[in-house]
């Protein structure tokens, strides 16, 4: 009898763990997780904080219980594995009980990532916040509770004027201008905070197309969002707790600050145990997300894929990739040896009452890096039929190899259930498949007057990009 | 100089007329087209005769003043082509004010399709509808706001209560069950009809997935429309309106009937000029979408097209195809040839609250004539996130080739704003490219809490299938 043992108990590690067994229920599976928390989902923190989940459990997609007794995994939470022997083939778990030895003979690295905070004084403050794990949300939910508790007790007859995105507690801080950013302006807003938001570089949302970039930001200055660009922050004053943020420019007094200003790949684990890194830092695997150390994989947040479009080893930690790696690895153990898939880069967000999407290569100097000629349009084009009551605006933009017409990627934003984000959908197969901006031009894409014009505006851009090429 | 004759002004036609004059100004074009209106969103006419719409003119995308003065072409309303010569390129044209022969050097026929109405006894009684055209769309929205009118005389104190969906006109039937029957049973509960629909065979949206079609069939009866299966419509009853709809089984008390049976091309003129028909009786065309005449175009409603995955010409006479291969033709007559591309049969409905769309090759019959082993599957999935407030469900069905695995086809439900309209753009490249639903399966599709589970609902989909296969 065969083990598969799992360091890390979240996207990756579990959809792996729970693959394995299904497909070969005689393989013993252990999964060790140095927290209490497993197979959350960290992408609803957000949504949490702003209250619109009412319970962190309501994160868990699979219980502890659930893996233990219904799917037969030896699932050690309070576990931390602090070395790996390749040679034996051992990993090595402390947890309050002591440390165990536990022997392998296939091994699942998905140790993921940890927020990174940039070398700014005064990060030692009180208030300040990142948003990287389960406990994170708790207190970031458990400080806009409080601050909500205290502003009702100072302004007792004020009445539920909050609830309606009224502007009445404290100025806060958020350093960082990606998803995690853009998501938590939105449910710090919804609790009345008055936000403030820094971005250290010339626009928000800089993996998505700048056309989407400036619509989003347009949007966040209509939701009363102060967005600081070419902000980089030099310091957080304040004596205990945070005061004020302070930049070049700027001097902006907040009473908390959220920090998001991305991750970086846990590997210390993976690294002592002789596990190469790839250039972008994290785990260097192969198609099957098998390492260089034979039967050690590597996959989610802490570990490289490749790209579908530039082939090139790339880190791009979101939810599905650790999903799917996971799942192909697992069913490799089992027996059938299957590739997990390149990544697109693709990526939604909500923003207050707008919606974005990513996919592919947008940025140019990748593109050429590759071996292309980038060429980018965007468009407006209407969401449903020009006749149709309620009709807003879906802007796309796309980029293609202008030799070839190759499309490269594509970015999308609209009014929230306009679609911007399934529409994204039509992109990432023509992506994926290296088809021509000339053939996507031709899909025979859904069409009624409920829910896009004749030519959809996916097909629009297609239409526009090829006829300037 | 060189002459374009179209003839024909609405979608392919005038699709045609406007891309050959913007690509090149010197070129002659002359489009005659029998009506009045040209140019037109036919597909919108269900939501006209609703009310959400308030004037046939919004229908107009571009009106014959806008073709005349801003795009220089010579737009002739009122004048139908009763003649091709083939031989001396001319074709005859008559109008009020006499006939006229006009030459051509490239001639584009674009005669669409006309409703059907199945040999049914009492066919000649008032009170029977279709809606091919503009001027059935004004005449069902007369008799739509005249039933609302005398019903307001004669219950003058009941209130607003019919804008709420109350059922308080006369009871109504819609024979057929397809996108018009469906669209049209909408359209006249909303004006507080009661709505009795009759479909000939066992299911409704019978091109749709047999899932997809139980999901509408259940949500028309939670509507109150009454749906008659299996129900052969032997006669309509009334001395001069008609009274009733006689089936086999029933007899049912109407006051009007809407008959949307489908469509037949208009072939007529080509026939009489030499053109030949294809198997579909719709007019054969080759990929530039030329018929055996030399320099003689077909597209629209009236001409066949290629299906992306059995090869086969087939008639799917839809507004997007029509523009597509119109636009094409107009470029290959101003110089550059250019394919139209073949048609995946995609088509989306909106019925009441719920949305659907399909794609590909669904029918066993027709997977197997074109040499696939087809497999079917269908799954439910969350269209949000779990945790998500409001999510709903996605109904997925896919059909794939079992030895090889390719996407034939795929048939999507949900809730209004659910997404299954636009998720089923990742369908459509699958179908066209010719991906195996392993491939798709690993897909980067767009994912964050708002917009899907980790795994979209047609990821889940090919998954399951995968597994199964």
Not at 69 to 93: F, N, Q
Not at 132 to 139: A, I, P, Y
Not at 240 to 266: F, I, N, S
Not at 311 to 330: D, S, W
Request: aromatic share 6%; proline share 4%; hydrophobic share 40%.
């Amino acid at each position: 009898m065969s083990t598969f043992v799992v360091v890390g108990g979240d996207a990756a590690g579990m959809s792996a763990a729970s693959k394995a067994k299904r497909d070969d229920p005689d393989l013993d599976v252990v999964v060790f997780e140095k927290g209490e928390w497993i197979s959350y989902g960290a992408c609803g923190l957000p949504y949490y904080i702003k209250g619109e989940i009412q319970s962190l459990q309501d994160l868990v997609s699979v219980t502890p219980e659930q893996f233990r007794e219904e799917r037969d995994i030896d699932l050690r939470t309070g576990h931390e594995v602090v070395a790996i022997d390749p040679d034996d083939r051992t990993v090595t778990a402390r947890s309050d009980a002591g440390e165990v030895v536990q022997e392998y003979d296939h091994l699942l690295i998905a140790t993921g990532a940890a927020a990174v905070t940039p070398p700014i004084d005064g990060l030692d403050r009180q208030g300040l916040y990142t948003l990287g794990s389960m406990s994170d949300g708790k207190d970031l939910r458990e400080y806009v509770s409080r601050a909500r508790e205290e502003e009702d007790l100072q302004q007792p007859d004020r009445g539920p004027a909050c609830q309606f995105l009224e502007t009445c507690n404290g100025p806060v801080g958020v350093v960082g201008g990606g998803y995690i950013g853009v998501e938590m302006a939105e449910a710090l807003a919804a609790n009345g905070f008055e936000v403030h938001l820094f971005q250290r570089g010339d626009r928000i949302l800089k993996s998505f197309s700048e056309a989407t970039s400036e619509a989003v930001l347009e949007h966040l200055g209509e939701q009363d969002v102060a967005v600081y660009l070419n902000a980089e922050v030099t310091s957080f004053e304040g004596t205990d707790a945070v005061e004020a943020v302070k930049t070049d420019d700027d001097r902006v007094p907040v009473e908390m600050v959220l920090v998001g200003t991305g991750v970086r790949p846990r590997t210390d684990l993976a690294e002592d145990a002789g596990v190469e890194l790839g250039e972008t830092g994290a785990v260097a695997t192969d198609a099957y997300r098998e390492t260089n150390l034979p039967d050690v994989y590597a996959a989610g947040d802490c570990a490289e894929a490749t790209h579908v479009v530039t082939g090139e080893a790339v880190h791009v930690p979101l939810a599905l990739t650790a999903n799917r790696h996971g799942r192909a690895i697992g069913q490799t153990v089992a027996g059938e040896r299957t590739e997990g898939g390149g990544v697109a880069g693709t990526a939604a967000v909500k923003a207050f009452d707008i919606e974005a999407a990513r996919t592919g290569v947008l940025d140019h100097d990748i593109a050429q890096a590759a071996g292309f000629d980038p060429l980018a349009r965007t468009i407006d084009a209407k969401s449903r039929a020009g006749y149709y009551p309620e009709s807003g605006t879906v802007r796309v933009t796309l980029t293609v190899d202008r030799p070839t017409g190759r499309v490269l990627g594509g970015s999308l934003v609209s009014e929230y259930g306009e679609g911007a984000v399934h529409r994204s959908h039509a992109l990432v197969g023509a992506v994926t498949e290296g088809v021509s901006v000339a053939e996507l031009a031709n899909y025979d894409l859904a069409y009624a007057p409920p829910f896009n014009t004749t030519w959809d505006p996916v097909l629009t851009a297609a239409k526009v990009i090829e006829g300037q090429r």
